[in-house]
């Protein structure tokens, strides 16, 4: 599952990186070699 709205947060298991989403563009976040965990 890729992104889908503006406001999603995302946060990588491996180093607490917290993202928010500003611009839906597809895709999934990665980082860490991972893919990101959506928490809200």
């Known amino acids: 599952m ?3 709205r503006i ?3 995302y ?3 491996v180093c ?3 993202v928010v989403v ?3 563009g597809g895709g999934t ?3 860490c ?4 965990e959506l928490i809200s």
């Open 2 to 4: 890729g992104v889908q």
């Open 7 to 9: 406001g999603e947060k």
């Open 11 to 13: 946060r990588c298991n």
């Open 16 to 18: 607490g990186n917290e």
């Open 22 to 24: 500003s611009k839906v």
């Open 29 to 31: 976040l990665v980082c």
């Open 33 to 36: 070699g991972e893919n990101m």
